[in-house]
């Protein structure tokens, strides 16, 4: 529901809904790259002019907003951010609330070890670790569900120790990835999707066979 959203976030941040909205956090798993975003390149190819990633997800979500033709769908997507340069959602914070992910804060370490440092917090899957993208926000706003309840996202990194490795990898050492192995995982990236996600976003269209052009 909106309202566990915007009951645990500053009036700045709040969905513009309702308390009792039914929303929906869209997750991509580490499939998505095969079963999605190669067989959306290879179709759409002459249509790709901004992220290839943010284009398929858009895709899809509008696919799925056709199937719902009786209803008013809203879509939030993970890239977009309002005039002030906020994001029109905290992906993290909707998929604890949602309860997908638990977000790992600075507030879940009982001691700690950082001092003055600016420390940022990160959503880990009981199934998936890191290897999952929060993309986007579907939002229902005829729909209520006043009776709906709340579950607890599944704290899988559960001790003070884990904790803080996953904090000083994510923030300090998040280019080698190791944070997203925090637990043990189901399912990772390809070593093509990791080269994908590796590259910078400007070479990524070469490395689809995209041509500058397109961009």
């Known amino acids: 529901k909106v309202g566990w959203y915007n009951a645990v976030l500053q009036t700045a941040f709040h ?92 507030k879940d370490v009982k001691l700690d070890p950082w001092g003055e440092k600016k420390i940022y917090g990160v959503c880990i899957h009981p199934k998936y670790g890191g290897w999952f993208a929060i993309r986007g926000l579907l939002l229902f706003p005829d729909i209520q569900v006043p009776f709906l309840e709340q579950s607890a996202p599944v704290d899988c990194v559960s001790t003070e120790e884990k904790r803080i490795e996953l904090l000083e990898q994510f923030n300090f050492h998040w280019q080698d990835g190791h944070y997203r192995d925090i637990i043990e995982v189901k399912e990772r990236y390809s070593e093509e999707q990791k080269a994908y996600f590796a590259t910078p976003p400007a070479e990524r269209f070469r490395l689809l066979g995209l041509t500058q052009g397109a961009q």
């Open 15 to 106: 969905l513009p809904y309702p308390d009792d909205t039914l929303a929906f956090v869209v997750l991509s798993t580490p499939s998505m790259f095969d079963k999605a975003l190669k067989p959306f390149v290879n179709k759409e190819r002459l249509k790709i002019i901004r992220d290839p990633v943010d284009q398929c997800v858009s895709h899809h979500l509008s696919c799925l907003k056709e199937k719902f033709p009786d209803q008013k769908v809203d879509i939030i997507f993970d890239y977009e951010i309002l005039p002030s340069r906020k994001p029109k959602f905290l992906a993290q914070t909707a998929a604890h609330v949602a309860g997908a992910a638990y977000y790992y804060q600075r």
